[in-house]
């Protein structure tokens, strides 16, 4: 039986092997920024990487992977692109003539070659009526982030337990390989009781669990704060954390609609909600001289209002966190929802985790001030646009149609 896993790029091989696992890394730079993807497997048998894997120039012909599987049912190394294995060690060797072969083995196991294509195979050995398993991981490591109009290098919060140097894809893919049973049994531990719940209908259920992949897969970052805030400031132990609205609706941490969405991460990451929130609460006392004109009405009005609880914090095609607001559509320094959410927000969290609460006094006062100052007497203009119709009330029962 074998099992395979191909990637198509363009880019440079690395091999290794360790204990449990082996497989290849491949090593390019997007927009200069260093990216390196690991295709790992966990040995079977002491399975050695040279046994089943190979790389090929699909630019030319594949025809060497598909032959491979042909006539041996598992791919083997191209001779033509991948030298033989490293020279194992003689014991009879002396301590010179062993550091020396060990130098050797090291060099050519750290060669690059050029390719644009490469495979993963584990073939195992089996009885008649019997079943295996073969374990594959893909892991890519991309330690750091600079956005186009800013020279700033921020890490991601990850390379403080596999460091920013951009060779950590191995240790990621080993790491998985070695953990992912334990993470699916606590995923299985968290879910059952919601599942298991006759009371709660399966939208419900499917609602709670399959959305939040928005969480890791909205445009999110997270980056390490350590080099920017001291100690005692949760951004220093859980960096900064920011998902945009829409992949088409491009601003990070949009509020109006992260009030709603925060019970997730209040209940499952509140650590990280607490982030969110003290990076609001940098803002409130923020004010731009900078004006722009509004896409409703042409009215030329400031980036950002001293007081006021921002839309959003920035567009990542911009310097986001820095250059805040960037939807330009409203005066958002008007709506009124967006610091009674600001504050329903402290209040809520804090009853979930108690922690790193005190410094949002002056800022809930300041906020609430803002509304009364500024904001009295007029609607939202957020839901203010709503259109009435006879809707029942969402405790009462819709009639049957006629």
């Given at each position: 039986m074998c099992s395979y896993l191909i990637i198509l790029v363009k880019l440079d091989l690395e091999?290794?092997?360790?204990?449990?696992?082996?497989?290849?890394?491949?090593?390019?730079?997007?927009?200069?920024q260093p990216c390196t993807f690991t295709i790992a497997k966990t040995k079977n048998n002491n399975e050695t990487i040279h046994e089943g894997y190979c790389l090929w120039n699909a630019a030319k012909t594949s025809a060497y992977v598909w032959q491979c599987m042909k006539e041996h049912g598992r791919l083997y190394p191209d001779p033509s692109l991948t030298p033989p294995p490293p020279k194992v060690p003689d014991k009879s060797e002396?301590?010179?003539?062993?550091?020396?072969?060990?130098?050797?083995?090291?060099?050519?196991?750290?060669?690059?070659?050029?390719?644009?294509?490469?495979?993963l195979s584990s073939s195992l050995s089996l009885k008649a009526g019997a079943t295996g398993m073969t374990e594959f991981c893909l892991a890519w490591d991309m330690p750091v982030i600079k956005y186009a109009k800013n020279k700033t290098i921020r890490k991601r919060f990850y390379t403080r337990f596999f460091g920013?140097?951009?060779?950590?894809?191995?240790?990621?893919?080993?790491?998985?390989?070695?953990?992912?049973?334990?993470?699916?049994?606590?995923?299985?531990?968290?879910?059952?009781?919601?599942?298991?719940?006759?009371n709660i209908?399966?939208?419900l259920k499917s609602a709670l669990m399959n959305e939040l992949y928005f969480i890791a897969d909205g445009g999110t970052i997270w980056f390490d704060g350590r080099e920017d805030f001291p100690e005692g400031d949760?951004?220093?132990?859980?960096?900064?954390?920011?998902?945009?609205?829409?992949?088409?609706?491009?601003?990070?941490?949009?509020?109006?609609?992260?009030?709603?969405?925060?019970?997730?991460?209040?209940?499952?990451?509140?650590?990280?909600?607490?982030?969110?929130?003290?990076?609001y609460r940098d803002t409130i006392a923020l004010e731009s001289e900078k004006s722009r004109k509004s896409l409703y009405n042409g009215k030329n009005v400031k980036y950002k209002v001293k007081e006021s609880i921002p839309h959003d914090l920035g567009d990542p095609d911009d310097v986001p966190f820095t250059n805040i607001n960037c939807?330009?559509?409203?005066?958002?320094?008007?709506?009124r929802d967006l610091n009674l959410k600001f504050v329903l927000q402290v209040c809520r969290d804090l009853r979930i985790l108690r922690a790193y609460a005190a410094p949002f006094g002056n800022e809930r006062y300041r906020s609430m001030s803002y509304i009364d100052d500024v904001r009295d007497g007029t609607e939202d203009d957020l839901y203010s646009r709503a259109t009435e119709q006879a809707v029942p009330p969402p405790c009462e029962t819709p009639p049957p149609p006629p």
């Open positions: 091999r290794y092997s360790e204990d449990q696992t082996c497989g290849v890394t491949l090593d390019q730079k997007i927009l200069d002396s301590k010179d003539e062993k550091k020396k072969s060990e130098k050797e083995k090291q060099q050519k196991q750290k060669k690059m070659y050029k390719c644009d294509s490469i495979a920013s140097d951009g060779i950590a894809g191995a240790s990621i893919a080993g790491y998985a390989l070695r953990n992912y049973r334990n993470w699916e049994r606590q995923l299985i531990e968290w879910q059952n009781p919601i599942l298991n719940n006759s209908p399966d939208w949760p951004r220093h132990d859980f960096g900064l954390f920011g998902y945009l609205e829409g992949h088409e609706y491009r601003m990070y941490n949009t509020y109006d609609v992260h009030f709603y969405a925060s019970f997730a991460l209040a209940q499952l990451w509140p650590n990280l909600q607490v982030v969110l929130q003290y990076m939807y330009n559509i409203h005066d958002v320094s008007e709506w």
